[in-house]
């Protein structure tokens, strides 16, 4: 806990005087972002870091494995959901970008075999995402199978998202656009997966 306070302190000593204005802006008029980041709750992806954003320019919701589950309004609790309805049907965003990563320990679970059952949240959590597994039998590298299935986790929270229909009027309307993206922790790559190529280094 000491060195969060540290980094607190640090904060509070250079990066406040530098953007004490931007915060008493935000905590005037409000925050408008233009988007929301979708991703995965790992300590080594942070949106904010890899976009390189600032104080109110966009929303963040972090889960295993930056899933999306289906639209399913009913008395249990939906954290990812609430986020989603929040960013989409109050903020109004116009991008919602699904980031998921390499490495996902949440994909790995998920091809554990046998399957990690004594997980009490992960194990149904990461069950959204089971058809992955039959769709990768054919690959027999790990490695391989891995990436194939972090990619596939991010395409089957993008169907996902459009079940919800207050998001899939907004994308037909062309007020709201969509976007998968994976991101290699070991060499910083940034891969949009709709055209399948890195973005510029």
Known sequence: MEKLLEGYRRFRDHVWPEQRRIFETLAQHGQSPKALVLGCVDSRVDPARIFD???????????????????EPDEAYHGTSAALEFGVRVMEVQHLIVLGHGMCG??????????????????????????VVERSRHLTDHAERQRFCEH?????????????????ERVKAGRLALHGAWFDIRIGELMMLQSGTAVAK
């Open 106 to 131: 949440g994909v790995k679970a998920l091809l554990a075999d046998p399957p990690h059952h004594e997980f009490e949240f992960i194990t149904p959590w990461m069950s959204l995402a089971k058809p």
């Open 53 to 71: 954003t600032g104080p109110g320019e966009v929303l963040t919701v972090r889960n295993v494995a930056a899933l999306v589950p289906p639209y």
């Open 152 to 168: 596939e986790v991010i395409k089957i929270s993008l169907a996902n998202l459009m079940t919800f229909p207050w998001i899939a």
